[in-house]
């Protein structure tokens, strides 16, 4: 079953508890919560407190995607904040096999991601050990951008991996899925889909643009 994480970095913030029960409406699996430091990628976004905030809101699971450069220093606090999941780059942490330890320790999910230039090689060896791989789609920093045509490939080979390795592990795409682009992503092998523009940004409101996203991965 293919699974919508709706990235609120496309929210309307004004009104963020609202937003994702528009997406929970729609068949959304998890939130995604874009964590940006400043200096791993050129933006600042959000902390612990949004998902403080939403925990009361929704029951999907809140899923952290870490992009900054010390990603430890900020476990326990969305921990505390009712975080479900934590995605950090392998670009960071080049050894991570103590880090995806230790936030199975908390109980928690964990996941890797890697840029769209990183050697996927290198997370190769890791898919034993991880519930969840993110293959980026975009170079991550800003919502809005065009999905990578190249990423396609990675992702059938990421596919394969995993077939081999551990079956069980998720695959997720993240950065320009929208409508158009979903189905190749699932044909390639992903089965998780992060989507911000194409569900806060859509004219059809975000309740039908998760329906129309899930029937096109499904
Ligand atoms: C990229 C973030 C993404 C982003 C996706 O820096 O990791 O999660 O918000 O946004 P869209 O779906 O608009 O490309
Ligand atoms: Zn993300």
């Known amino acids: 079953m293919p699974a919508i ?14 937003q994702v029960k528009l997406t929970e409406a729609g068949g959304a699996n998890r939130v995604h919560v874009d ?12 902390g612990s407190i949004v998902c403080k905030g939403l925990r009361p809101v929704t029951k999907m699971p809140l899923e952290v ?8 220093k900020f476990l326990d606090d969305f921990v505390k904040s ?12 080049p050894e991570p096999t103590e880090m995806i330890q230790h936030i199975r320790s908390l109980g928690k999910k964990v996941g890797l991601a890697v840029n769209p230039n ?16 993110l293959c980026m789609t975009v170079f ?17 080979q990421i596919r394969q991996w995993i077939r081999e390795l551990n079956p069980a592990c998720e695959l997720e795409v993240d950065g ?19 989507a911000g523009t ?12 998760t329906k129309h996203l899930h029937d096109l991965a499904a």
Request: aromatic letters at 10%.
């Open 5 to 18: 994480a709706p990235s609120i970095l496309a929210a309307d913030f004004s009104q963020l508890g609202e």
């Open 176 to 194: 320009g899925i929208d409508a158009r682009t979903i189905g190749e992503a699932s044909a390639a092998g992903a089965n998780v889909f992060v």
């Open 198 to 209: 194409a569900i806060f940004g859509a004219k059809e409101g975000a309740t039908a643009a």
């Open 118 to 133: 990183f050697a996927i090689e290198k997370l190769k060896r890791y898919i034993p050990e991880i519930d969840l791989a």
């Open 82 to 93: 009712g975080a479900d999941s934590f995605i950090f780059h392998l670009e960071v942490e």
């Open 140 to 156: 991550p920093g800003f919502g809005g951008q065009k999905y990578i045509p190249e990423s396609t490939a990675r992702i059938r």
């Open 35 to 46: 964590v940006m430091d400043g200096h791993f990628v050129p933006n600042l976004s959000m």
């Open 65 to 72: 995607h870490l992009m900054v450069e010390a990603p430890a």
